[in-house]
Structure formats: C-alpha cells, structure tokens
C-alpha cells in the first residue's frame, strides 16, 4: 500500500488524524529503509582534488629558509644542539625577497624550490666558482588549515612540502573525543561548507572522503548533539540516546532504555514519529508476535526520530479509578458516616 493509499485509509478512519501516515512496520518498510539509508551514502560529495598532480612546494612569506653552499661553510651558519634551523636559515620578508651573502636580495615569492635553487646558483655563480647549493625549507607557516571542534587538541597546523589529507590532521590533533560525529564532519572552504563522511574512509575505505586539504580550510568535527532519538512512553528509563556511528535501530534504542514496562505497555502500540510537525510520518510496530520483535532490529532510526511506548487499556482505566478515588472517597465518606456504616474518627488527645 502506497503512502497516498495509507492517507485516504487514515482519512476515512479518523478525520483529525489525516495529516500524517501510520504505517506499520512490515518486512518490506524496513528493507526500504535500509536502501534508502544506503542510496544517501552513495550520494557522498568525493574529494574535488582527487586524481589532480601534486603541485611542489611554493616558498611564501613568512617561510624560512635553509640554504647549502658545499665547500663553503663560510656562507652556511652550521645548526646545532642549541641551534634550531629556523635561526639559522633565511625568512622569507614581506616582500617575499631572502637575503643570502654574495646573492643579496633574491625574490622567491611563489617560486619552488628548484628554481630558487637556480636563481641562486646564477647569483653566486658570479662570485664561486661552479656552486653546489642544497635549498629546503627549514620553517613552514605561510600556509595553515585550522582543526575545530570534537579533536582531543584543537589545532592550526601548517601545510608542508607533503599533501595534508583530513585523516592526517585529525591524527596531528591526537584523534577525537567520545563525542564526535564523524558521519557529518564539516569542511569549510572559502565560505562554502562541505560535508565529509569520515565514517566511510575508516570502516568502508571509500578514500573519496579523505579530502586533500588547502590553505585556509576550517576543518570542524561536530559533536553528537543533532545525533539523537528520543524514547518515550512506556518504558523502564525513557531518555535520549545517540546515534553511535551513525547507526541505531529501534531494537537498539528500546534496550538501552530498559525494554518495554512489563506492567503498563502495550506492545501492540510501538511508534517511531518521523518528520516535522506539518507533515509527520509514524511508523507503527505490533511487538504481540515474539518474531516482530525481529523487525525492531532492522527498523533504522534516524536522527530526531521520537520512539514511542503506548500504554495498555487496562493500565490507563487503572490510572483514571486512581484520580477518581480520592473525590469519590471525599464525597461518600461523610454519607456513610451519618448512616453509621462507617463509625466516626475520634481524636484522642
């Protein structure tokens, strides 16, 4: 039965219900709903820089760096124990210019470390006779990507001579707390926000996911807080549980919250509300058989899914005598007392 044919039928039932769906949860709404949950996963946005050549390095201010003359120690400041290289290498200025002796001023803005090497060889050249030079970078920070949110140690780290993957800079983060989602790890690149599956590179080794980091990315791995169901009703602890990985299944949600109340339930009446509120979905499961109770393990819940737990009749009769009998205790007793059916209470001092 189609959802169009679901609403006329609930139409006709009960005018005031019409403006949602009650479907009940058979073997075929639950293997749709798994497809449907993988069809959103295949839909994951790959990686735009896949498959593009490594670019080398380009020097920019405020890198620094460390230049080589062999058989010249004269021109090389030697780095030591107590030396780090980047006092003793060459920063890139503002202007993007080095200053090297007998090279003076050289523009390596923007230049790889090949041609930076050249230039100064041609320089030099003028003064050493055939020079042998070694250049590297002994210092990067001109280019950075920042690390947010659910990491054990939020970061700027900055780009190197070797591509930055996202894995990467989680690992230089020191991985991620308990709390993260990383169904929904968001990457933000020049205003626009992107959303990775991180999940999927770990457990299904789709290395689309894995992006190629550029300068300015704001990496930011979420917390859990829009990962949650809620589990109400009848049942032993209602309370929020979260999606761990993404994944949580009605079976899962009603165990963790102590399975249905043996007294009051109605097993007859488990909802799963879906949706906002102009236009909800309820699924319904009749959980009498004990084989239903299988189709709650491959029921998939999706984030701000409510589980409902109904009450039985005969519970709900209990609870309205138990309103009742206080008033109509108020309201015989005095009757009864004057007809000497009840004898009067004393007070003895």
Same mark, same amino acid.
């Given at each position: 039965?189609?959802?169009?044919?679901?609403?006329?039928?609930?139409?006709?039932?009960?005018?005031?219900?019409?403006?949602?769906?009650?479907?009940?949860?058979?073997?075929?709404?639950?293997?749709?709903?798994?497809?449907?949950?993988?069809?959103?996963?295949?839909?994951?946005?790959?990686?735009?820089?896949?498959?593009?050549?490594?670019?080398?390095?380009?020097?920019? &201010?405020?890198?620094?760096?460390?230049?080589?003359?062999?058989?010249?120690?004269? @021109?090389?400041?030697?780095?030591?124990?107590?030396?780090?290289?980047?006092?003793?290498? &060459?920063?890139?200025?503002?202007?993007?210019?080095?200053?090297?002796?007998?090279?003076?001023?050289?523009?390596?803005?923007?230049?790889? @470390?090949?041609?930076?090497?050249?230039?100064?060889?041609?320089?030099?050249?003028?003064?050493?006779?055939?020079?042998?030079?070694?250049?590297?970078?002994?210092?990067?920070?001109?280019?950075?990507?920042?690390?947010?949110?659910?990491?054990?140690?939020?970061?700027? =780290?900055?780009?190197?001579?070797?591509? %930055?993957?996202?894995?990467?800079? $989680?690992?230089?983060?020191?991985?991620?707390?308990?709390?993260?989602?990383?169904?929904?790890?968001?990457?933000?690149?020049?205003?626009?926000?992107?959303?990775?599956?991180?999940?999927?590179?770990?457990?299904?080794?789709? @290395? &689309?996911?894995?992006?190629?980091?550029?300068?300015?990315?704001?990496?930011?791995?979420?917390? %859990?807080?829009?990962?949650?169901?809620?589990?109400?009703?009848?049942?032993?602890?209602?309370?929020?549980?979260?999606?761990?990985?993404?994944?949580?299944?009605?079976?899962?949600?009603?165990?963790?919250?102590?399975?249905?109340?043996?007294?009051?339930?109605?097993?007859?009446? $488990?909802?799963?509300?879906?949706?906002?509120?102009?236009?909800?979905?309820?699924?319904?499961?009749?959980?009498?058989?004990?084989?239903?109770? %299988?189709?709650?393990?491959?029921?998939?819940?999706?984030? =701000?899914?409510?589980?409902?737990?109904?009450?039985?009749?005969?519970?709900?009769?209990?609870?309205?005598?138990?309103?009742?009998?206080? &008033?109509?205790?108020?309201?015989?007793?005095?009757?009864?007392?004057?007809?000497?059916?009840?004898?009067?209470?004393?007070?003895?001092?």
């Amino acid at each position: 039965m189609n959802e169009s044919a679901v609403r006329a039928r609930a139409k006709k039932a009960n005018p005031d219900d019409a403006r949602f769906a009650l479907v009940p949860i058979t073997p075929e709404v639950a293997a749709k709903l798994q497809v449907d949950a993988l069809t959103s996963r295949a839909k994951r946005q790959p990686d735009p820089l896949a498959g593009t050549p490594t670019s080398l390095y380009r020097v920019a &201010s405020p890198d620094v760096l460390s230049v080589t003359v062999w058989e010249h120690p004269e @021109l090389t400041i030697p780095a030591g124990a107590f030396r780090a290289d980047t006092a003793t290498g &060459s920063p890139v200025m503002a202007d993007g210019n080095i200053f090297y002796p007998h090279a003076g001023l050289v523009a390596v803005d923007g230049k790889t @470390l090949p041609e930076i090497r050249e230039l100064l060889t041609q320089r030099l050249s003028k003064v050493l006779e055939k020079p042998q030079l070694d250049v590297r970078v002994a210092a990067f920070r001109a280019y950075k990507v920042f690390v947010t949110g659910e990491v054990k140690v939020s970061s700027t =780290l900055p780009l190197t001579d070797v591509p %930055l993957r996202v894995l990467d800079a $989680i690992n230089l983060c020191q991985g991620v707390t308990d709390q993260a989602d990383l169904r929904h790890v968001v990457l933000t690149r020049k205003g626009t926000s992107h959303s990775i599956d991180l999940q999927a590179t770990s457990e299904e080794g789709d @290395l &689309s996911q894995n992006w190629i980091l550029v300068d300015g990315d704001v990496l930011h791995v979420p917390d %859990l807080t829009l990962q949650k169901v809620f589990v109400l009703g009848e049942v032993k602890t209602p309370a929020t549980r979260f999606l761990r990985k993404g994944r949580l299944s009605l079976a899962d949600a009603l165990s963790e919250s102590g399975w249905l109340s043996h007294d009051s339930s109605s097993a007859a009446g $488990i909802y799963v509300i879906r949706g906002d509120y102009d236009k909800p979905k309820v699924y319904r499961l009749d959980a009498r058989s004990p084989d239903a109770l %299988l189709l709650a393990t491959a029921f998939p819940l999706r984030p =701000l899914d409510v589980v409902f737990v109904s009450t039985h009749k005969l519970t709900q009769w209990n609870r309205i005598v138990t309103q009742l009998l206080p &008033s109509v205790l108020a309201v015989s007793q005095p009757a009864l007392y004057l007809n000497g059916v009840v004898p009067p209470i004393t007070v003895t001092p």
